[in-house]
């Protein structure tokens, strides 16, 4: 799986990265962690697509009554919009 994700350094401040996460495997084909590769996110994509789409999920979160109803709104938010551009997920990522 692809993500934007935006990490925070250990002195508090906040950064972008581009993820590649997989899981790791043991004998027994049980997931027994992940690791993940980063990249420096594209300006572009982040500014134009990301940051606003980010913003706009935090403010359904916030304006939730609980916790889990917000991200049920993000959620379903990010579903339809996808929806409306009739990609998946990982295509739309890709398209950045």
């Given at each position: 799986?692809?993500a ?12 972008w ?8 495997f ?35 979160e ?22 409306e ?12």
């Amino acid at each position: 799986m692809f993500a934007y994700v935006l990490n925070r350094t250990s002195l508090g401040n906040h950064y972008w990265v581009l993820a590649h996460v997989t899981p790791s495997f043991n004998t027994d084909q049980q997931i027994v962690g992940f690791h993940s590769n980063r990249r420096v996110p594209d300006r572009a994509a982040l500014n134009e697509v990301i940051l606003p789409l980010y913003q706009k999920l935090n403010d359904l979160e916030r304006q939730a009554p609980d916790p889990e109803s917000g991200i049920t709104a993000a959620d379903v938010y990010l579903r339809k919009m996808l929806q409306e551009k009739g990609v998946g997920y990982d295509q739309f990522i890709f398209s950045l």
